[in-house]
Nanobody, 122 residues
């Protein structure tokens, strides 16, 4: 069992920045992946970014490449999503996910956080 606790969402102006955090606890594996997905109202949950825990390699959706950065803190077992140059299209509930491999679909991820709302005003 893995528990994910997210924080950092909020309301920002277009062009602003937010930093999302997700702390993992419980029976985690040393070799795993963590990812961020965003879900806008009435839309499917979509891949944003992912990171392999041991190697640190990353994968980004094209829509956020160059604006968002995913990173990890091994000591805190925490993954971050630095969100820069936000625009209203980024408005969504952002979910942290935990799984055994990086994939861009939500189904293979085994554990999810509660979600944190990001709202970007124009």
């Amino acid at each position: 069992q893995v528990q994910l606790v997210e924080s950092g969402g909020g309301l920002v102006q277009a062009g602003g920045s937010l930093r999302l955090s997700c702390a993992a606890s419980g029976r985690t594996f040393s070799r795993h992946a963590m990812a961020w997905f965003g879900q806008a109202p009435g839309k499917e949950r979509e891949f944003v970014a992912a990171i392999r825990w041991i190697r640190g390699s990353t994968l980004y959706a094209d829509s956020v490449k160059g604006r968002f950065t995913i990173s990890r803190d091994n000591a805190k077992n925490t993954v971050y999503l630095q969100m820069n140059s936000l625009n209203p299209e980024d408005t969504a509930v952002y979910y942290c996910a935990y799984g055994l491999a990086i994939v861009i679909t939500p189904d293979p991820y085994d554990y999810w956080g509660q979600g944190t709302q990001v709202t970007v005003s124009s």
